[in-house]
T-cell receptor, first 115, second 115 residues
Framework: DQQVKQNSPSLSVQEGRISILNCDYT??????FLWYKKYPAEGPTFLISISSIKDKNEDGRFTVFLNKSAKHLSLHIVPSQPGDSAVYFC??????????????FGKGTKLSVIP | GAGVSQTPSNKVTEKGKYVELRCDPISGHTALYWYRQSLGQGPEFLIY????????DSGLPNDRFFAVRPEGSVSTLKIQRTERGDSAVYLC?????????????FGQGTRLTVV
């Protein structure tokens, strides 16, 4: 059973518009969430993270929102640029026990930004 | 560059053979992780090293998989009697310390194909 779910395999957005990528999780022990970006033939690159004590974290064009009651998070990219075209992975970890260093990933969403 | 380096980039092997995958982490990083990404899936945790010791190998799928990090730097993932189901991209990551809030940097991965 998937503990981190990204239900949209792909997303196309016009350049300059907002991209919204969604992620749901089922494990209540998760308290730290991350987004990774991956280009073909490269490893995932850390983008932005959020702790469960917050509901929003912003870094430039990237904002992550966390809704703990719904076990849902989203990544907003504004404005979207062609260079943002990549696969985006949502990941989660739990601070207690052995889970603090283990990341559980979703399947990824492929974002295409159309010029 | 001083990133995480993985060799080889690609490895094709015959079913039943033995393979070794190498990871050179970022200098000074004490934590090292191996993940496996199968087609259409997100990365899945295999093993975590803190220094020379495997702190958590709970993600290794079976006893055909083994990993070492004898000097606390370079790590080798070893797979015996390879099976077609082992075909995947094997990702290595390192971080300054283990745990949350320490960014994990990924290598580009080794694409293993078992024929």
């Amino acid at each position: 059973d998937q503990q981190v779910k990204q239900n949209s395999p792909s997303l196309s957005v016009q350049e300059g518009r907002i991209s919204i990528l969604n992620c749901d999780y089922t494990n209540s022990m998760f308290d730290y969430f991350l987004w990774y970006k991956k280009y073909p033939a490269e490893g995932p690159t850390f983008l932005i993270s959020i702790s469960s004590i917050k509901d929003k974290n912003e870094d430039g064009r990237f904002t992550v929102f966390l809704n703990k009651s719904a076990k849902h998070l989203s990544l907003h990219i504004v404005p979207s640029q062609p260079g943002d075209s990549a696969v985006y992975f949502c990941a989660a970890s739990a601070s207690s026990g052995a889970g603090s260093y283990q990341l559980t990933f979703g399947k990824g969403t492929k974002l295409s930004v159309i010029p | 560059g001083a990133g995480v380096s993985q060799t080889p980039s690609n490895k094709v092997t015959e079913k039943g053979k033995y393979v070794e995958l190498r990871c050179d982490p970022i200098s000074g990083h004490t934590a090292l992780y191996w993940y496996r990404q199968s087609l259409g899936q997100g990365p899945e945790f295999l093993i975590y090293f803190q220094g020379t010791g495997a702190a958590d190998d709970s993600g290794l799928p079976n006893d055909r998989f083994f990993a070492v990090r004898p000097e606390g730097s370079v790590s080798t993932l070893k797979i015996q009697r390879t099976e077609r189901g082992d075909s995947a991209v094997y990702l290595c990551a390192s971080s300054l310390m283990g745990g949350q809030n320490t960014e994990a940097f990924f290598g580009q991965g080794t694409r293993l194909t078992v024929v």
